[in-house]
């Protein structure tokens, strides 16, 4: 079974530039989450997707940062202008339906190491 | 509001012994789930284990169990006989059973000597 996928690997730019990343899910996978991991902490919920539709977006900066899912699977995160505090690592995530107790595990893509200077 | 907190940024342990990584977390729901990734220097975050709040056992998969104690609010994790590769960053992570965000906390590092 083909894991998550996401691209480019690694992404320098300069600050104001803007920049997108790609992730392609586990097929079947319904929900589909962008994180954002800065150096030295844990993924932070950015937003989530359950199939074309947002669920939580509610610590996306939307001023400079927005995402998609067109036809419920692929993802694009775009941000414009980035700033220096966007150097990060920006991890996709898939899962099946996780409501409820049981294990619902979140399968996490290799991630995009953005570098912004 | 909930929170995880994972105390040790960095631990040594010898190869072939055991390891226990602290994580404690704070929540009011009475139904939730707790997690352990692993992240390698490689990027990706790989699941290890779960453990749901209404559980009576704590879980075990494999070399990794999670020594579960709902009083305290806390969810260790257990490694016995330690490998090289499982020098790694590890995570804890909880999930409210009536929502979908996962909430990480900061990590420990996690070395292995020879």
């Known amino acids: 079974e083909a894991g998550v996928a996401q691209s480019p690997r690694y992404k320098i730019i300069e600050k104001r530039q803007s920049v997108a990343f790609w992730c392609n899910p586990i097929s079947g996978h319904a929900t589909l989450y962008w994180y954002q991991q800065i150096l030295g902490q844990g993924p932070k919920l950015l937003i989530q997707f359950q199939n074309n539709g947002v669920v939580d977006d509610s610590q996306l900066p939307k001023d400079r940062f927005s995402a998609e899912r067109l036809k419920g699977v692929d993802s694009t995160l775009k941000i414009q202008p980035a700033k220096l505090e966007d150097s990060a690592v920006y991890l996709c995530?898939?899962?099946?339906?996780?409501?409820?107790?049981?294990?619902?595990?979140?399968?996490f893509g290799p991630g995009t190491r953005l570098t912004v200077t | 509001a909930q929170k995880i907190t994972q105390t040790q940024p960095g631990m040594f342990v010898q190869e072939k012994e055991a390891v226990t990584l602290d994580c404690t977390y704070d929540?009011?729901?009475?139904?939730?789930?707790l997690f352990w990734y692993k992240q390698p220097s490689s990027g990706e975050m790989i699941f290890l284990i779960y453990q749901g709040s209404y559980d009576q056992q704590n879980a075990t998969e494999g070399r990794y169990s999670l020594n579960f104690q709902k009083a305290r609010k806390s969810a260790n994790l257990v490694i016995s006989a330690s490998q090289l590769g499982d020098s790694a960053m590890y995570f804890c992570a909880m999930k409210r059973d009536s929502s979908y965000k996962l909430i990480f906390g900061s990590g420990t590092r996690l070395l292995v000597r020879p």
């Open positions: 995530a898939s899962s099946f339906l996780s409501l409820g107790q049981g294990v619902r595990e979140q399968y």
């Open positions: 929540t009011s729901d009475p139904s939730y789930g």
